[in-house]
């Protein structure tokens, strides 16, 4: 059925475009993996630009980090050659110190887990008589730190006096030998934004992710840059070590400016391939255009009446032969013309291909649906032999076109007065069939005239 619906619409210029379809489909596979080659070498190029990019980014936070931890121990050494260090030491020494680093926030002292000296002391005053113990948040990270009796390096996390920090902490043990007794901790906060900053990571262009919270890289929390970047198969990725920690970078390669040579093959072979292709459907268009102009209506894409008269002389002969027959229903719109009054003709081309549609969607495949002219239709219906079935299915395309057409927010509505005529039952040839179709169809119209006016004459008289 298919097939033979093809040929019917199509006829002699099916195999050309076959033909046609064979070229677009062999040129686009050629053109794609040419382009697909070209791709890949400029995806791999992105890669590795992205690495080279992300290693110098590991090696820099490893190299400011590592500074800052290198200065904390110089920090716990001066308190363990100088345990009891009054204040007005501490005033001296821990400047220098914080000068060390563009990143460190301040230095805080915390004998016996209690901080009792914060350097510098403008801006950080909540900090002091913190008592780690008492804090569970950090107290589980202190305590692993002494009990390694090394440094160990938390966060980032939320800093009591404000903004977000990583903190480095190193437990201090005096009196060495046997002696030895633990003395408490020094603490250097790194400001996590100047890092990032320093970074140049603050609008994070590339989309930088950081993972790794407390020092456990993959294993720990993403503290910095946008979800699910480690969660991407394409992600690249890559740890920073600092101490006995480590994060991981990681970032997704940006492949939207990947293509360009996949693109100047695309422009290069498809150009090609359409100027080919251009040359053929030409011809093709040509005569397919002509034999539309002849047979088709241009506005609803219908058959016209020359190819309802070829195929209703067909629907004669096959029924003469086979002793069956057929119904010929004329279709003619009611209350059209007020429509292109009222909204325009752009509105009644809409009705009337809506209409169209509706014929075809209510219909079989085997139906012929033409259109005649104006707001006119035909139909060809095979196989339907009697009355009864005429009005069945009249009766569902009225009811199809008596549901209302939207256009613009308005409802547009119209009906249709149809008139019908059975072959070989009420005539015997064309001419009486599509006479006698058209006369019943004339006789309902005007019955839908005649009561429209007597509505009218009826609300005037109230």
Same mark, same amino acid.
């Given at each position: *059925? ?8 199509? +006829?002699? $210029? ?7 379809? =064979?070229?677009?489909?062999? &040129? ?8 697909? /080659?070209a ?11 992205? /690495? ?22 110089? *920090? ?23 000068? +060390? ?7 805080? $002292?915390?004998?016996?887990?209690? !901080? ?17 113990t ?9 305590r ?14 939320? =800093?009591?006096? +404000? ?8 437990? !201090? ?12 901790l ?9 890092? @990032? ?10 989309? !930088? ?5 407390d ?11 946008p ?8 992600a690249l ?13 990681g ?15 695309? &422009?290069?072979?498809?150009?090609? $391939? =359409? ?10 268009r ?5 034999? /539309? ?15 309802? @008269? ?11 032969r ?21 909204? +325009? ?6 009705v ?22 104006g707001d006119?239709?035909? $139909? ?34 119209? &009906?249709?007065? *149809? ?5 070989a ?8 069939? *599509? ?15 005649? !009561? ?9 008289? /109230?």
């Amino acid at each position: *059925m298919f097939i033979r619906t093809l040929r019917q619409a199509y +006829g002699g $210029l099916l195999l050309p475009y076959f033909g046609v379809l =064979l070229v677009l489909v062999s &040129g686009i596979l050629g053109t794609e993996y040419v382009a697909e /080659q070209a791709g890949e070498r400029d995806r791999e190029s992105v890669q590795l630009e992205t /690495q080279v990019k992300l290693s110098g980014l590991r090696a820099w936070l490893e190299s400011e980090i590592n500074s800052v931890l290198y200065l904390t121990r110089g *920090m716990s050494a001066y308190i363990v050659a100088r345990p009891n260090a009054t204040p007005a030491e501490l005033a001296v020494v821990a400047p220098y110190i914080v000068r +060390g680093s563009d990143h460190i926030r301040n230095i805080g $002292l915390a004998p016996g887990n209690i !901080i009792r000296y914060v350097y510098p002391l403008a801006g950080n005053e909540a900090a002091l008589g913190l008592d780690y113990t008492q804090d569970p948040v950090q107290w589980s990270n202190i305590r692993r730190a002494i009990e390694h009796g090394d440094m160990v390096v938390s966060g980032p996390l939320k =800093l009591v006096q +404000g903004g977000s920090g990583l903190i480095a902490r190193s437990p !201090i043990f005096v009196d060495e030998g046997k002696g030895s007794r633990y003395w408490g901790l020094v603490s250097t906060v790194i400001d996590m934004d100047s890092l @990032l900053a320093a970074a140049g990571l603050n609008d994070n262009p590339s989309g !930088i992710a950081l993972r790794g919270t407390d020092g456990l890289g993959p294993r720990g929390g993403q503290f910095f840059g946008p979800a699910g970047v480690f969660q991407n198969p394409d992600a690249l990725k890559q740890p920073v070590t600092f101490r006995h920690s480590q994060w991981e970078i990681g970032v997704v390669p940006d492949y939207s400016t990947v293509g360009q040579s996949s693109m100047r093959a695309r &422009g290069l072979l498809y150009g090609l $391939l =359409l100027a080919i292709l251009a040359l053929l459907l030409q011809l093709i268009r040509v005569f397919h255009h002509a034999r /539309q102009q002849a047979t088709i209506d241009a506005l609803t894409g219908l058959p016209n009446r020359r190819i309802l @008269l070829e195929r209703a002389n067909q629907l004669i002969a096959q029924s003469k032969r086979a002793k069956t027959g057929f119904a010929l229903c004329y279709v003619d719109l009611n209350g059209f013309k007020p429509v292109n009054d009222r909204y +325009g003709h752009h509105a009644g081309d809409l009705v009337l291909q809506e209409v169209a549609a509706r014929l075809r969607r209510v219909l079989r495949v085997v139906d012929t649906v033409a259109r005649t002219g104006g707001d006119e239709f035909v $139909l060809l219906l095979p196989g339907i032999e009697s009355a009864d079935s005429v009005d069945a299915v009249l009766q569902k395309l009225s009811a199809a076109l008596r549901v209302p057409v939207r256009y613009k927010g308005q409802n547009i509505v119209v &009906g249709a007065s *149809m008139g019908w005529a059975l072959f070989a039952r009420d005539a015997d040839n064309l001419d009486a069939l *599509m006479a006698l179709a058209d006369s019943r169809m004339y006789e309902m119209k005007e019955n839908f005239r005649a !009561i429209a006016r007597s509505a009218q004459v009826g609300t005037t008289v /109230q």
